[in-house]
């Protein structure tokens, strides 16, 4: 309804500005002569500046104030600095309301009343839809293909031939094994030795050296032992503390007697173990009669007492013979491990 009725609005001050350009036209027309040109008959057509197009005025907003009478928008007449046509153009008085050749236009809008919304806008000229521009398709460029550089071969090199370093040679380092057990001794000496200590003393080193060098190269029996020159001493003496001792009579200071001694140190009949393993008159030890069965027959046995042992004892000195001297190193060993203790 809103829409029917804005337009019955418009058409009606459409209509009356209509009536007042008639109006006006008439009055005009009536005061002044129109001019008739009448062209020459080799002109086609009416020159486009004879006419002039009037410039569409857009129509007047709502407002109280009313728009002015519009003027007529008819070609001026020729004046004396325009050029003659081909022909004079003849006045003829016209009786006839002549109808201005000018565009078509809104007139403006009468003021409509104040409780009246504002009419529609104008309604634009036709004019033609703008035409998309076409986009440029850039042409594709082709890739030009890159010019393969030129490769020059540098000249060839014999390889300089590799010398493997000369290795050095590791030293074998052997290791140093441990020193093989031993017997040592420390012989006694006095501050001023007589002469008769003194010829005591080589005497008793020489035997001690022997002996203990004979130990060594038959086991591996180790003990430390204490040795002394006692001129009141008989024959010669040891205990299983490591004591031994030499008398005067130089026929005992012999490595046969210092054997002998020797094996008192390691508990040959000096401690409690010798007393289980030799009673009733027989050694009961295994390894050392094992030992002397193979040197004498199956039958053979060890002899013993509270102090010694038979045979390969070196009890007297007709026994010093080197085959008994080895004899008696072997079987001092076997009876160590047979359990006779010097501890």
């Known amino acids: 309804m809103k829409s029917s009725s804005r337009r019955v609005v418009g058409l ?41 197009r009037p410039t569409a005025t857009p129509p007047a907003t709502a407002s109280a104030t009313p728009s002015p009478t519009p003027t007529s928008t008819a070609s001026p007449a020729p004046t004396a600095s325009t050029p003659p046509a081909a022909s004079t153009p003849r006045v003829v008085p016209s009786t006839r309301v002549p109808v201005p050749r000018t565009e078509k236009r809104w007139p403006s809008r009468p003021a409509p009343p104040i409780d009246i919304r504002p009419a529609e806008p104008a309604r634009p000229s036709a004019t033609p839809a703008p035409t998309a521009p076409v986009p440029t398709v850039a042409p594709t460029a082709v890739p030009t293909a890159m010019p393969s550089p030129s490769v020059t071969l540098a000249p060839t090199v014999a390889p300089t031939p590799t010398v493997a370093p000369t290795p050095i040679p590791t030293p074998t380092v052997t290791p140093t094994p441990d020193p093989k057990p031993s ?41 430390h032992v204490t040795v002394s020159y006692d ?3 008989q024959t010669a003496d040891a205990n299983s503390n490591g004591n031994m001792r030499f008398g005067a009579d130089r ?31 027989t050694y009961r030890g295994e390894k050392a009669n094992a030992l002397v069965r193979s040197w004498d027959g199956a039958d053979a046995t060890i002899a013993c007492d509270r102090w010694h042992f038979w045979p390969y004892g070196l009890n007297y000195s007709s026994e010093y013979t080197e085959r008994n001297l080895d004899r008696n190193v072997l079987v001092v ?8 203790r010097f501890d």
């Not at 001019?35 to 080799?42: G, M």
């Open 12 to 52: 009606s001050a459409a209509a009356l500005a209509v009536v007042g350009v008639i109006a006006t036209v008439v009055w005009t027309s009536s005061a002044t002569p129109t001019v008739v040109a009448e062209p020459a008959a080799t002109t086609a057509a009416a020159s486009p500046a004879a006419t002039t």
């Open 183 to 223: 017997i040592t001794y420390t012989l006694e000496r006095a501050a001023q030795p007589t002469e008769d200590q003194l010829d005591a003393y080589e005497r008793i080193d020489a035997a001690m050296t022997a002996a203990i060098a004979r130990y060594d190269r038959l086991t591996d029996m180790s003990r």
């Open 231 to 233: 001129p009141s001493v």
């Open 251 to 281: 026929q005992y200071m012999t490595e046969g007697t210092a054997l002998h001694e020797l094996a008192h140190t390691f508990g040959v009949g000096t401690t409690w173990s010798w007393d289980v393993l030799c009673f009733d008159g």
């Open 333 to 340: 060993q076997a009876m160590r491990e047979d359990g006779v």
